[in-house]
């Protein structure tokens, strides 16, 4: 931004609005090049209000202003005032209505924020601030009001007319033309209104509620996409069962409408009564859709319908409070998903998640607390740190009240707040009440940025048969944050005696009789020691069980230690974390030597590790996959001073060749092992089996001998279903066999009709370890499937290089740092979010050497200097350099 520099809102800052908005009716002309829409506001005094001078402000942008009525009065020039995005109207009355008529242009709209077109369909997305993009209003989560809204377009091209709320009348009208009018009776802020019209075809279902009432389930999508449809339908039956077993909550209208688009920025949007959707999240059949394309359009559903309570019914005072519904939406549809299947797998990949991307975020220039204080951009804002960090303060919570209280803190959180919008505040308190416990310093989560670190010693006195651990906690500064206060963290602490199994635990002091397992230690200081009592001798501790808190952890134990629990602990999160950290330190090892210029041999001990577990008929193949993965490049170089993306692609690249050759005889054993007969089913059993399976075939190809291609071969001819023919894929689209050359333009041309499965072919290229993958992006840009006004497109073309692909990213040259703000150059001025989210690619500059950052940097102030920046780009880039 040359001129002049957006602004900043903070929280301290908030004030309630001036008026409230009780009944809007919304009329839309609908023509996907001019819009005409009408809406009719009642408004009133807000009794709460901060001020009495009676001055009502809207919200509104890339408005075409047709006229103004106040009470009937049509107002002129001089009775308003319009500065940027904001129109006021002095000495307006105690209560009044607002009729106001706008023109826009949702074909023109390639931001995907308001009212715009997708496959030459109608939709919408107004969170946080879309609804400013159709029409004049106090846009803004606190302003809660009754919506009736009237959709008139042509029969032929818009059969289908959808809104919020219940349908009360439709019918035809003349020159072809008909209308519906929808009713909500639910208030709700703006960000929540939503509209679809087109042509969809119809899937219909329905749900009993376990009070007896009939709800009626519609899914729309376009006809070619109509037998795909069975797993989302399955999914949303499966969510509403769910929450009304686990908290009691039930539906609440007759109808609950999704609709799949192919255009959309984000994952899905959970608009009352009416969501839509990224098609992605929506979309499957066994040929097309992987087995992790099953589990997130089940999580994704989940978690949109768990919004209905979380969310709408009680939702957000302003954007400061985002983690409030999407912590706690994330951390329900994580206990869905974990519920659905396998506890222990999904909590493991939640953390990888966290640590991939949360972890990173909240080392760097963007990172801010959960409740952030300020934003100059609030689409920025849904973040990592918001939604997974968030929800692992809410897992906190339930780790610290247990599950029963825990269920009793909601259930008072939301029969205090229902109807209302509230505040993270409020959350805490409903807990605390509900827990009967002072959660005064865990506010501390909402308020500090950084991942807090925990340093672990511990003694053992053989003379006193007595055990102590000393945990210390700190927190790296963060932006604006220099200094922190320690944090309550619970610690979920096991000790583990020689042959592995849980020991009785007792603190000194305690009278209770020591019970064997887990129990959660509660941290508040920035030091504490535990000492544990009646150990005949040293245990091996086992903290932080389940992933108890968002936090790193370090401990004076040794690689024994590990080993041992990586093979016995009996929370399988931590049997698989203790694998991990052996393979870490073990590739960090590595990368060290390949920076002094050599390379090491392996630890045999830990290949030893490796088969014993691969071989172990007993254990959970899902699991298993999980245990025999390497921690990925991002981890590793989070772990380093300096992150040496070259070195970490060398070291974890030749640690899993060495596996891949050491191993060979075994994989193969577990790939035949894990091979199922029978159709393709994307159940919990059978996607362990078919990932085991995979890793065995990805580990067998990292050293391309004749027989692992030609199994590989054989999988990609012969799979009934996409898991399978992808995998082998993958592993292809990494080799240099010829053989490359014919399968992926075969896949091309098999698919050339289902974007979501070109998606597939294009981030498998994207991603691939061959170095010539930037020119392979680059020559792909210009295939006639990709379409760079498409955010899936981009972000599995553009965003799976830049965030997917370190080793060529970072390329030494700095061509893929030029290539990436190319890009964010090239979409800003047409879709600022999904510009913004891949200009994060470049903020960490500072993690990298001298010539990298040197090269970044270089990138990031050409965006700055940018003629027209968006706020979103702006302050992604500004703080990146700050
Ligand atoms: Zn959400």
Known sequence: MSDSQPREVRLKDYVPPTYLVDTVDLHFDLDDARTLVTAALKLRRNPDAATTDPVLTLFGRDLELLSLRLDGRELGEGDYRILGENLSIAGVPDTFSLQIETVIHPRENTSLEGLYTSSGNFCTQCEPEGFRKITWFPDRPDVLARYTVTLVAEYARYPVLLANGNLVEAG???DGRHFARWDDPFPKPSYLFALVAGDLVEIADRFTTASGREVALRLYVEARNRAKCEHAMASLKKAMAWD????????DLDIYMIVAVDDFNMGAMENKGLNVFNSKYVLARPETATDADYQGIEGVIGHEYFHNWTGNRVTC?????LSLKE???VFRDQQFSADMGSAAVKRIEDVRILRNSQFPEDAGPMAHPVRPASYVEINNFYTATVYNKGAEVIRMYHTLLGPERFRQGLRLYLERHDGQAATTDDFLRAMAEAGGIDLTQFQRWYEQAGTPELQVESAYDAATRTFDLTVRQSCPATPGQPLKEPFHIPLAAGLLGPDGRDLPLRLEGETAPAVAGTRVLELRHATETFRFVDLKERPVPSLLRGFSAPVRLRGDWLQADLALR????SDPFNRWEAGQQLACDLLLRQVTAIGDGREEAFDSSFVAAFRAALNDAESDPALLALALTLPTETYLGEQLEVIDPAAIHQARESLRRHLGEELRDDFFQGYRRCRDAGPYRPEPAAIGRRSLKNLCLAYLMSREDADSLSLCLE??????????VLAALGCLANSTDPRREKALPRFREQWADDPLVLDKWFLLQATSRRPEALDEVRRLMADSAFNIRNPNKVRALIGAFCQGNPARFHAADGEGYRFCADQVLAIDPFNPQVAARLLGALSRWR???GARQ???????????????????????AAKSLA
């Open 172 to 174: 035809k009208l003349p």
């Open 854 to 876: 040197g090269l970044m940097r270089k990138e990031l102030e050409r965006i700055l200097a940018a003629e027209g920046l968006s706020p979103d780009c702006y302050e992604i």
């Open 244 to 251: 009304e077993q686990v908290y009691g909550l039930e539906y």
């Open 715 to 724: 999988q990609f001819e012969a799979a009934d279903n996409m898991t399978d």
């Open 847 to 849: 993690r990298y050497d």
């Open 327 to 329: 912590g706690l939406t």
């Open 317 to 321: 005072r302003d954007w400061f409070q």
């Open 566 to 569: 990586m093979a016995h602990d």
